[in-house]
């Protein structure tokens, strides 16, 4: 693969892992909290709410490692791309 091939990848992982993040935190904060809000007991409402969080933080964290991964590949190989052009 040519450098720009890693360039194109490492932005295109950038850019999806930070849409699932986003999102991730979207849905939560607009669909899942106003949905738990509404049900009456408290406990059932701790306890969904830990077990779906717990499910979500395993894809906010490869979210968050590969955006930053990507983002420093990113940033230091288009500098380099750019310049010798």
Not at 10 to 18: Q, Y
Not at 37 to 58: D, I, S, T
């Amino acid at each position: 693969m040519k450098d720009f091939d890693y360039f194109v990848l490492a932005r295109s992982m950038h850019v999806l892992a930070i849409i699932i993040w986003i999102g991730g935190v979207a849905f939560i904060t607009t669909v899942l909290l106003p949905a738990l809000n509404k049900m009456a007991n408290k406990e059932q409402r701790v306890a969904l709410f830990e077990q779906l969080e717990h499910k979500f933080a395993l894809h906010a964290k490869l979210a968050t490692v590969t955006t930053g991964i990507s983002g420093y590949y990113t940033r230091y190989h288009s500098r380099c791309m750019f310049q010798s052009a």
